[in-house]
């Protein structure tokens, strides 16, 4: 069974003539690292935030585990598929860098001692240790999209969105992002990456799909793309 699976998915927005997401089928498996590619405005990020359930498709359906991703909370689902959105800005709500990396074990109710170890490791990792009493919006932007992922990774979710997550990553800080996501592939967690940067999809996907003007116009599971 897939993990998640669209069936003829089609989604517009309130006051717009043509559907920013249509017709689509995809399957997606609880492993394997999928790439969605794509021009602006194809509507990559559109077709995750349905995945997610934060916007309701105005056609067809969307099944997690087999079940209405409708009868899911955005709690349940929240649990289960980290997502790190395009613009970190809106993500980052909690007064400090470690609060953020914590605030989701801690709301799941881990001990406070766990929460610690655990956001100490995702801080050193991520190299965020220095700011770690610093209110989030005063880092810079490659600083606060490192924070955005280790907050979601710092919940080990079942499966991972990461949309556009190389913006403002230095080639080093993109490398070790890379590391870290291979490890979460190879402990059997899903991925699906929105990026517009060629280098990281190579590396990173073993499944490409690609977008234009709201379609599926291919899927792909060969290694190289775009070269
Ligand atoms: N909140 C919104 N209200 C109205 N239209 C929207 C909204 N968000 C996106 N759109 C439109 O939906 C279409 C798809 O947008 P989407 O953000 O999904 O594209 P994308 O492939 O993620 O683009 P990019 O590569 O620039 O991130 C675009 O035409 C966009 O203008
Ligand atoms: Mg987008």
Redesign the pocket.
């Known amino acids: 069974m897939p993990f998640l699976e669209l069936r003829q998915v089609t989604f517009s927005?309130?006051?717009?003539s043509?559907p920013?997401?249509i017709g689509i089928d995809l399957s997606l498996e609880k492993d394997g690292r999928t790439a969605i590619v794509?021009?602006?405005?194809?509507?990559?990020?559109?077709?995750t935030?349905l995945m997610i359930g934060i916007l309701q498709p105005s056609g067809g359906e969307i099944y997690l585990e087999g079940c209405p991703l409708a009868g899911y909370s955005l709690a349940e689902i929240g649990g289960r598929i980290g997502y790190v959105f395009?613009n970190p800005d809106w993500q980052l709500f909690c007064s400090t860098v470690a609060e953020e990396v914590g605030f989701g074990l801690t709301n799941r109710g881990y001990d406070p001692q766990t929460v610690a170890e655990k956001v100490d490791f995702y801080l050193d990792y991520f190299e965020l240790a220095a700011y770690r009493n610093v209110f989030p919006m005063y880092l810079s932007q490659g600083e606060k999209q490192r924070l955005a992922i280790a907050a979601v990774l710092a919940n080990e979710p079942e499966f991972l969105i990461l949309?556009?997550p190389t913006i403002g990553l230095d080639a080093y800080r993109k490398r070790l992002l890379e590391d870290y996501l291979h490890k979460v592939s190879r402990l059997g967690r899903g991925m699906l990456l929105?990026s517009?940067d060629v280098s990281f999809v190579n590396r990173m996907a073993d499944r490409v799909v690609t977008?234009k003007n709201?379609c599926l116009e291919s899927d792909r599971r060969e290694r190289q793309y775009g070269l």
């Open positions: 927005y309130p006051g717009k043509n920013a997401v794509g021009p602006n405005g194809s509507g990559k990020t559109t077709l935030r395009q949309d556009e929105v517009h977008m709201g």
